[in-house]
């Protein structure tokens, strides 16, 4: 039985919802007193539950009755079934994260909510994310600190406009898988040189680390630190001209649209 809002309500606590809500727990943003959450199935909501040592089922209604503000996470293509259902308070608080879904197709299913889209990354879960945020009409401006207040420790908060908001996900919501992609084949292609597994795996995540840090620290434009690596007719020059053939440019741009265009398929679907 509930008996006083509990700070923060999930509705869909899967891979994104628990990355952020391991952050908040971690550095004392909440306690887990303050979650409330649910999610599709009683197997999985039993292990968030255990997981996090929070209160956790399969009711929504009971999340949403029991928040100060609700964190909405189901797949995007589950909204229309789960959120049907679903009675928001009166200027109840509702953080969207849902991909290609925009405030004002919430707003509508959820009347009297104040709509906030998020867009966040996985590398929130170490304080090291990047969360777009982007107000609908019906968020106010204590709608808006309030949450940059309850973001902060998961990363750098960035306002993105409406029509931006698919572009970022797009480059720093799928960013990450396209990161990890980078790091395998670079293993790959470490084995493929007779590099025993384990170190050519070390060897592709430091080096990606190590070059993030330093883009980071340098405070110079990429091409220019890639200059400073490559000596004409060396070791480097000879593996980028292969980049080059292949269109190593043209395929990171083409795969960026193809999750935009992706993106427009969720909002309608
Ligand atoms: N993963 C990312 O990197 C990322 C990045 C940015 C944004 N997002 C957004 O985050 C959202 C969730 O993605 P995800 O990767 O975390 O997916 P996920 O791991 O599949 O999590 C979805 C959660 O929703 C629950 N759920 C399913 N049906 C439900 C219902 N009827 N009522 C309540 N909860 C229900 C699932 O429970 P069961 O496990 O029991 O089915 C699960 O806990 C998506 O909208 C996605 O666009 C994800």
Known sequence: ??????????????????????????TATLHPDEVLACTGREASALAVGKAFGIACGTDAQAVVDGAETVLLAVKPQLRAGVLAELRPRPG???????????????????????????MPNTPVRLGRGLIALTPGDSARQGDISATRVLLAPLGSVIDVAEQHVDAFTAVAGSGPAYVF????????????QGLAPKVAAQLALETLLGSGFL???????????????????????????????????????????????RAAELAVG
């Open 1 to 26: 039985m509930i008996t006083a809002p509990a700070k923060l309500g999930i509705i869909g606590c899967g891979k994104m919802a628990s990355a952020m809500l391991a952050r908040w727990l971690e």
């Open 92 to 118: 109840q608080r509702w953080l969207s994260v849902l991909a290609g879904v925009p405030t004002a197709t919430l707003e509508a299913m959820l009347p009297g909510a104040h709509v906030l889209r998020l």
């Open 181 to 192: 992609l980078f790091i395998e084949a670079l293993t790959h292609a470490g084995m493929a």
């Open 215 to 261: 883009a980071q620290e340098a405070g110079r434009p990429p091409a220019e630190l890639r200059a400073e690596v490559t000596s004409k007719g060396g070791m480097t020059q000879a593996a980028l001209n292969v980049f080059t053939e292949r269109g190593w440019s043209e395929t990171v741009t083409d795969a960026v649209a193809a999750a935009v265009a």
